[in-house]
């Protein structure tokens, strides 16, 4: 637990981000580069978390908390295991048709959980490796290799294979069983997604696979707020922690006169308004206290918990107004959405920070908690440990907001223009971005 009633805003949130970054220093395997999902015992790589790391160690190294090259090595390290891993499919490589499987064994780098080839985490990754390759433009062994890898990361990626014929690309793909039978449909983090693979110099989606993804969207108002639907946090935040997304359309957003930032702005609105209506009467919501996103929660096979006659989720998506709900909240969902509704934000992180400061350990932000779940000596139910996504939002969504250097770096990559102009997005900052302009 860490008393932060001292700092100014600057100073809290300089804090924050800072203890969030240094997750990935702290569980960092110097062998290949990878970071686990968590920092539980145990836990296997998640290869978006390594996304979120690579892109993490440019603000670092601005902010000075760490050196360049040190950076460069880490960055490198992950890079050259990506290159040289198992790509044959088989049910304990790697990766397939450039694709890497959701999560691996920290030391080995192989498959475990039986878990899917994942489109979306591989997506996360990959921007990743182009963030770093953006950064890292230094005329040097290692800053020359760490650009030629990533190039070549992308590259390999199969975007077309991964549509399996049909309108919208699939979600995942496994050895055992082939692809998995749904696809990426109804509005989602996605937009990066379909972007690489729109951007794609070698194996890009063919069709109007961009068009037939908008076209299962659902338009909605709630709360007076005219809005794209997502219901969980996290839907607003992934995709615009690399693309600057204001003030840019494509033709749905048009039709709307809105964007993807302004509909994730209002996202945080319809948020605060379900919390402080709290239609299922849970302690601790209200107008700042809010944040349902994916994330970590108690569970109905937990020891120790009141015993309470609704349902506990664990790991979920929840979201608003439709839930799932039980009462659980991610601070970070809440310090994520800073770019979009600062003062909302701000609000809620300390209005969460002052009622439960137990949310706060080693100056970083639990995954989640739950004031309506208390133990045995009254104290809420607050998640073990800390989730590498959490934290890697946490770190570039308080950069984005702070000093807007990752989307600045993300405007210069020639695969994200080309993917943003091939899914019909335009005008503001990519009107003024002249062809070959992006590398």
């Not at 998640?383 to 939002?393: M, N, R």
Request: hydrophobic share 35%.
């Amino acid at each position: 637990m860490s008393d932060t009633s001292n700092l100014t805003d600057d100073g809290l949130l300089d804090q924050l981000q800072h203890a969030a970054f240094d997750y990935f220093l702290e569980t960092y395997n110097p062998a290949n580069g990878l970071i686990p999902d968590t920092n539980r015992e145990n836990s296997p790589v998640s290869i978006a978390v390594v996304g979120f790391a690579l892109s993490s160690y440019p603000s670092a190294i601005e902010r000075g908390w760490m050196q360049r090259a040190d950076g460069a090595q880490r960055a490198l390290t992950a890079l050259r295991f990506f290159q040289g891993s198992d790509q044959s499919g088989k049910p304990d490589a790697t990766g397939y048709m450039g694709f890497y499987y959701h999560f691996l064994d920290l030391h080995s780098g192989r498959r475990v959980w039986q878990s899917e080839l994942s489109m979306i985490d591989t997506a996360l990754l990959i921007a990743g490796a182009l963030t770093a390759a953006r950064y890292f433009d230094a005329d040097n062994a290692d800053e020359n290799e760490l650009r030629a890898i990533a190039d070549a990361l992308y590259r390999r990626i199969d975007w077309r294979w991964a549509q399996d014929g049909g309108d919208t690309i699939r979600q995942g793909w496994k050895p055992e069983c082939g692809f998995l039978h749904y696809g990426w449909e109804g509005y989602s983090e996605a937009i990066l997604l379909y972007v690489l693979a729109l951007g794609s110099p070698t194996h890009p989606i063919v069709g109007d696979c961009y068009k037939a993804w908008t076209s299962t969207y659902q338009w909605e108002n709630l709360y007076d707020y005219d809005y794209l639907y997502a219901g969980p946090l996290f839907v607003h935040h992934f995709s615009h922690a690399w693309i600057d997304l204001r003030g840019i359309r494509d033709e749905f957003m048009r039709e709307k006169s809105s964007d993807y930032f302004e509909n994730s702005r209002r996202a945080v609105y319809i948020q605060r308004e379900y919390a402080k209506r709290n239609p299922n009467e849970f302690t601790g919501y209200g107008e700042n206290g809010w944040g349902l996103s994916a994330c970590d929660g108690p569970s109905d096979e937990l020891p120790n918990e009141s015993n309470e006659p609704r349902r506990l989720f664990g790991y979920a998506a929840r979201g608003v107004p439709y839930g799932p709900d039980d009462g659980t909240l991610s601070p970070s969902a809440v310090l994520a959405s800073l770019p979009f509704a600062p003062q909302l934000a701000m609000d809620g992180l300390h209005n969460l920070l002052g009622r439960y400061p137990e949310i706060l350990t080693k100056g970083r932000l639990a995954s989640s908690f739950n004031p309506s779940i208390l133990d045995t000596a009254g104290k809420p139910w607050v998640s073990a440990g800390h989730y590498g996504l959490d934290q890697g939002i946490v770190t570039m969504m308080l950069e984005n907001h702070r000093s807007g250097s990752i989307w600045q770096l993300m405007r210069g990559c020639r695969y994200v223009v080309d993917g943003l102009r091939g899914a019909g997005f335009g005008g503001g900052w990519l009107a003024q971005v002249a062809t070959g302009e992006a590398r």
